[in-house]
């Protein structure tokens, strides 16, 4: 379980040292595949109950960032949060070809706020988003549609803030050597 909540990778425990370390304590490390197989899906389902049931019954707000994993497929990860400032992981989608416009965009959100509060579209009170110019259309169609009129929206420009230490950084002549 330990494993699991830390996210530690399978393999972490297959160094020498760590096998003689256990060895030392009469414990035998499971194999990548035993801890890869029904143990993992059953710590996962038990997860995602907890945290499907958390949802069942809050108010709370939706944050929506896209990103590129390493085979450059496009990605809408959303993540929800609570009012006591916990936040949970919902899921990734892979949106291939699909056009990111707004209108795409909007209906998406929408979508998945009725997954994570089972249609109760009341219970969501935030949805946020950065703040490129095809988000900020997101923010007047949510606006605009009735059942998302009330949602308050959030403009999170980390990215931006990103870039501009970036470039504050690499204008250091030694800093930038590196």
Not at 60 to 74: A, Q, Y
Not at 157 to 172: A, N, R, W
């Amino acid at each position: 379980m330990a494993l699991y909540t830390t996210s530690k990778a399978f393999s972490s425990f297959n160094d020498l040292t760590w096998i003689d370390f256990f060895k030392e304590l009469g414990y035998t490390t499971p194999i990548r595949q035993a801890l890869a197989g029904a143990l993992l899906d059953s710590v996962y389902k038990d997860t995602e109950d907890k945290v499907r049931e958390i949802a069942s019954y809050a108010e709370l707000g939706l944050v929506i960032d896209k990103s590129t994993d390493i085979s450059l497929n496009r990605l809408a990860n959303y993540s929800f949060l609570l009012l006591d400032r916990s936040s949970f992981y919902w899921k990734t989608v892979n949106v291939k070809e699909q056009t990111q416009n707004a209108a795409n965009i909007a209906a998406d959100a929408i979508q998945v706020a009725k997954e994570i509060t089972n249609g109760e579209l009341w219970r969501l009170i935030l949805v946020a988003t950065n703040t490129c110019l095809t988000n900020q259309n997101v923010w007047t169609r949510l606006s605009n549609t009735p059942k998302t009129k009330h949602v308050l929206i959030v403009p999170c420009d980390s990215h931006g803030l990103q870039l501009l230490i970036k470039d504050l950084l690499t204008s250091i002549p030694s800093i930038n050597a590196v």
